[in-house]
């Protein structure tokens, strides 16, 4: 291997005659022409991607030694202050040092297993060893020329620090104290050389078989929180958790870098990554940014170099038995124009304002898997066409899909800047939306993890609340409902089944009902009750946030809000606070009290309809009617009143007004609006026919009344249900006993 | 030689469908038994959500929606549901046993009357009774505890497997094997029974051991005469299934339509199941063919012993 290492740095050294802007501006993302959103009423204008600076830039070499499942990489990070007072310290991310033994934090909150049930193997541990560290301030703006020799070495006053639990077995995050300071707007260059163990996989990172999933693999710098224009640290929006020390006042620098934790693992800064992956030339290479150069080496190796500006992680994978696949997404053709004309006119804008980028797209995927193949690559592009609609174009010139072997499905369903992992087993019928919803979920993470570069850790619901909504509005724009398909030791029980489709916002609510109140949407990853009330919350009562601000809003409010909101923040890291603004500027009506309520505070939506009766008022007969009140006649000439009587309840903590449509038995309709505030409001009415129901209007019921069973009652009873459910009993019983029958 | 597995099971058919009285019988006693249950659920139901104005939407057709509302809501959880089925479970076993007693009785007889079905099978109960205490553990310890070894180990595999078909295949085979064992112990199981029933001065142990050897010394004959009943009683259970779910309940022809397919599912589940246990009891099962002397010389032997 030292002899590959070698041959690395003259690979390295080739390259280095090419000069390498000229492979960087080729490599830059294209940009939607700015200020489309100008048109939209409101003072609507975008900054984030012109105001753009790069704070960080990564020079790295790779070498994968398959036997040992080991990484062995050496490289230059080049950090800029970009904050407003001098930094003397530097604070990384080691994240594979969670897989080192059972005492991280990552293990104590995952109990070493993962949601899709595979074990850490003790025996197959990971871990990151930095083995050189060593910094020297960069002279101006010039690109000095770095010398190892006289760098200053980090390692001897290196802690590890645990500011999330205080853990002191914990060495995910690791502090490195400089001996000069970094003055705002000055650069550093730390040049390093590391050791990455991969763990046997069960927890995203790690191997199986012939199968590499290298990610979190390099000691990656953490966020320094930059002060704002009025001087002050610039926070993320949760709750006041200590990310990096206490929230001092005035102009401390700060660090933001958490532990990996169970439930999150992804905030840094946007850089320009350049990785030269060396592997055996029998793998196949998948990895962020696009691929700039290949060579050979006589020993049997290769060097594949990679290169992607404005991305936050660089990740890689290396199968051998994978099938790789090339295909595109092209505007000209995967972009249907009345969709595209349809979304312009919702956002306000012409459909010349929607233009798209071509993309290349590269699937990796099991040769078992071949045929979901198309499958997969119908889902990208169908994702590359609704998010860039939507929210602005994919700027990035590829994506890489991977499919794993089942084996690696832990490393399956995962995001990574221009990277993604899909998954799939056999057998998978169609119409059960797999590998296609997690392909578009994945996908969707490029906007919102990717592109936006929200806090995972401090705010995870900005990552797949909105991931989930907005994969879900594709879904359904491209393939209806999938069929909810119960299974029995992984063997799907369709056809028999293949009647139960659930839309994707029955899905949101029924997620939603395993933790309607635990916790709040919006909180930090780490700190949720358990990882039911995480998944409930972060992903699926968040994706109802949106989807009720959708219907408060209006959906053209609403679009133009979130293209807004993601075209302002691309590349850049908002908070809850900045999306909440995007929303309010574009609306122009305060969301305080709904952000308050919904978002910030364990808050659930709950109306009920009760006691609902109606009686017939006892009458009189007319005046000029006589004695005899035997007839017809007389009976239809009679006025006959019904007194209708309701409670309506509120039983969740939010309260909004509400209306409740009440029907008549002769068709008629009465609409009763109540502000909703107090615990419950009895409605009386008085009309010329018997009520038959009280529920609550559609339009204004709210998408986070997640119980519905409550939110109407009938006069009459509906003794269908009870024996449709009684008879269905029945059935499943007499067969339990038929089968018991079998064996006593 | 007694008869060939195919003309035991065809007898069985062919004495099923002539005397129809004894599956007819095990299929009432059966409903009369869960009913209590499903009026039970459907009042619950009714009371819960009767007068909601999702109510006509659920007679429909099964709203998993709105069941997985119910349960999270109404505090129907997993356990309520454990508790009440292993209750049911319980007086299942019993009646199941009596039933089971009642047809290995009648079987083969022409035209059997309904007091002559119910007096037998009450007549073998407490003999089958007793024999539950030797064949439920004998199951688990044969059956089910290497059934959940196999199975998890075949699992763990499956789960490293590098592919699909690997793990599939890994899959299916432990399924099958643990299959074949609960096959093989059943049916020497069902072969003590009709020796319990059939031959009531034998002794239990004796019982024992000559149901183990007639269905473990020719384990191919003993599946080929076990499997075929079995395998068409899922197979049907599945179908209906399949059928069942489609039929909504939205008024009330359409539940009385419902209503029938079911019974008509029992029925048919419950005449396999006599034809079944019929076909065993012409097999032979236990005046066998042979082994018996072996046997008795074992019996004599353990009797010197002890
Ligand atoms: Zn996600």
Redesign the pocket.
Do not use: I, L, S, V
């Given at each position: 291997m030292i002899a590959a290492l070698v041959l690395l740095t003259v690979a390295q050294a080739e390259m280095g005659e090419t000069p390498s802007s000229r492979a960087t501006v080729e490599l830059r993302p294209t940009f939607e022409p700015p200020l489309s959103l100008a048109e939209l009423r409101g003072p609507l204008t975008l900054s984030g991607a012109a105001n753009y600076e790069e704070t960080l830039s990564y020079d790295l070499e790779a070498l994968l030694e398959p036997d040992s499942a080991t990484v062995r990489g050496r490289g230059v990070v080049r950090w800029t202050n970009r904050g407003r007072v001098p930094v003397r310290e530097l604070w990384w991310h080691l994240y594979l040092n969670a897989f080192r033994n059972e005492r991280s934090t990552f293990m104590i909150e995952s109990k070493g297993m993962t949601r899709r049930g595979v074990r850490f193997d003790p025996r197959a541990p990971g871990s990151v060893e930095v083995t050189a560290l060593s910094a020297r301030l960069v002279d101006g703006a010039s690109a000095a020329k770095l010398d190892l020799t006289n760098g200053f070495d980090l390692l001897p006053a290196r802690t590890f620090e645990a500011p999330d639990d205080g853990n002191d077995e914990d060495r995910t995050v690791m502090k490195t104290p400089l001996p000069f300071s970094v003055a705002p707007g000055q650069a550093v260059d730390v040049s390093m050389s590391f050791v990455s163990k991969l763990p046997k996989l069960f927890a995203r990172a790690g191997y199986v078989g012939d199968f590499y999933m290298v990610a979190q693999w390099f000691p990656k710098l953490g966020v320094l929180d930059v002060a704002d224009a009025s001087g002050s640290p610039r926070m993320t929006d949760g709750p006041a958790v200590s990310a990096a020390g206490p929230l001092t006042e005035g102009l401390e620098p700060r660090w933001n870098c958490h532990q990996y934790h169970a439930n999150s693992e992804f905030f840094s800064d946007y850089g320009h990554y350049r990785v030269a992956i060396t592997v055996p030339d029998d793998y196949q290479v998948g990895a962020t940014g696009a691929r700039i150069a290949v060579r050979e080496h006589s020993d049997g190796m290769v060097t594949y170099v990679h290169e992607q500006a404005r991305v936050h992680d660089f990740a890689w994978v290396a199968d051998r038995r994978c099938l790789a696949i090339d295909d595109d997404f092209d505007p000209t053709r995967d972009v249907d124009a009345t969709k595209r004309a349809h979304v312009a006119q919702v956002l306000g804008l012409s459909p010349e304002d929607l233009g798209l980028s071509p993309v290349k797209i590269k699937l990796l995927i099991q040769p078992e898997h071949r045929a979901y193949a198309d499958r997969y690559l119908d889902a990208a592009r169908a994702a590359i066409q609704w998010f860039g609609l939507w929210y602005g174009a994919y700027p990035y010139p590829t994506l890489t899909i991977v499919d794993g072997p089942s084996a690696a499905r832990a490393a399956m369903?995962m995001?990574y800047p221009t990277l993604i992992t899909g998954g799939v087993t056999w057998p998978a019928l169609p119409g059960v939306g797999q590998p296609e919803s997690v392909t578009v979920?994945?996908f969707g993470?490029q906007y919102w993890y990717g592109l936006v570069g929200s806090n995972e850790f401090e705010e995870p619901w900005l990552?797949?609340g909105f991931?989930?909504f907005s994969t879900a509005k594709v879904l359904a724009e491209t393939y209806g409902a999938f069929a909810w398909v119960p299974k029995i030791g992984g063997v799907p029980l369709e056809p028999w089944f293949g009647g139960l489709r659930l839309s994707e916002e029955d899905k949101f609510r029924v997620m939603a009902l395993w933790a309607p109140d635990t916790d709040a949407v919006l909180r930090p990853a780490w700190l949720y009750r358990d990882a039911r009330s995480y998944t409930a919350n972060v992903?699926f009562r968040a994706a109802l946030v949106l989807s009720e601000l959708e219907r408060v809003l209006g959906d053209d409010v609403f679009a133009r809000a979130m293209r807004l909101y993601h075209l302002r923040w691309r590349y850049r890291h908002p908070s809850t606070h900045d999306f909440q603004h995007a929303l309010e500027e574009v609306s122009g009506q305060s969301l305080d009290a709904f952000f308050a309520n919904a978002v910030r505070s364990p808050g659930f939506v709950d109306y009920a309809i009760d006691d609902l009766t109606t009686r017939r008022r006892a009458t009189r007969p007319p005046a000029a009617s006589s004695f005899s009140s035997s007839s017809s006649s007389s009976s239809s000439s009679r006025v006959s009143l019904f007194d209708t009587s309701f409670v309506i309840e509120r039983r969740g903590n939010i309260a909004q007004a509400v209306s409740v449509d009440v029907a008549f038995e002769d068709g008629s309709r009465q609409s009763v609006t109540w502000d909703g505030r107090y615990r419950w409001h009895r409605v009386t009415l008085t009309s010329s026919s018997a009520a038959t129901s009280a529920r609550m209007a559609e339009a204004s019921l709210s998408k986070l009344d997640v119980r519905r069973v409550n939110d109407g009652q009938t006069t009459e009873r509906e003794w269908r249900a009870g024996a449709a459910v009684g008879t269905h009993v029945l059935a499943v019983l007499q067969v339990f006993a038929s089968l018991i029958g079998v064996l006593f | 030689m007694g008869p060939s597995a195919a003309e035991s099971l065809a007898a069985g058919l062919g004495w099923t469908l002539s005397s129809p009285g004894p599956a007819i019988w095990v299929v009432v006693v059966q409903a009369i038994l869960v009913l209590p249950w499903a009026f039970g659920a459907g009042w619950l139901a009714d009371d819960l959500f009767g007068r909601s104005v999702e109510a006509a939407r659920f007679a429909r057709s099964i709203d998993v929606v709105l069941v997985a509302e119910l349960f999270k809501t109404q505090a129907l959880g997993f356990h309520t549901w454990l508790v009440t089925l292993a209750g049911a479970g319980l007086v299942f076993v019993a009646t199941s046993t009596f039933l089971t007693g009642g047809l290995i009785a009648t079987a083969g007889a022409p035209r059997p009357s309904a007091r002559f079905f119910f007096a037998e099978g009450g007549r073998a109960l407490p003999r089958l009774l007793r024999l539950l205490g030797l064949s439920i553990p004998f199951f688990g310890l044969v059956v089910m505890l290497p059934g959940v070894v196999i199975l998890r180990a075949a699992d763990s595999w499956a789960e490293d497997a590098l592919s699909d078909g690997v793990g599939m295949a890994l899959r299916v085979s432990s399924v099958l094997l643990v299959a074949t064992i609960a096959a093989l112990t059943l049916a020497a199981i069902d072969a003590m029974k009709i020796q319990r029933v059939r031959k009531p001065d034998v002794r239990l142990w004796r019982v024992f051991r000559h149901g183990l050897a007639f269905a473990w010394t020719s384990p191919i004959r003993t599946l080929v005469l076990y499997l075929p009943y079995p395998c068409l009683l899922l197979g049907l259970v599945v179908a209906w299934a399949w059928v069942d779910v489609r039929i909504g309940r939205s008024g009330w022809a359409l539940w009385a339509l419902g209503l029938a397919w079911q019974q008509l599912g029992a029925v048919v589940r419950g005449l396999l199941r006599s034809a079944w246990v019929a076909s065993l009891v012409f097999h032979g099962w236990p005046e066998g063919h042979g082994h018996e002397a072996t046997l008795d010389t074992e019996a004599a032997n353990m009797k010197s012993e002890t």
């Open positions: 369903g995001e979920h994945e993470h990552d797949e991931t989930t992903y | -």
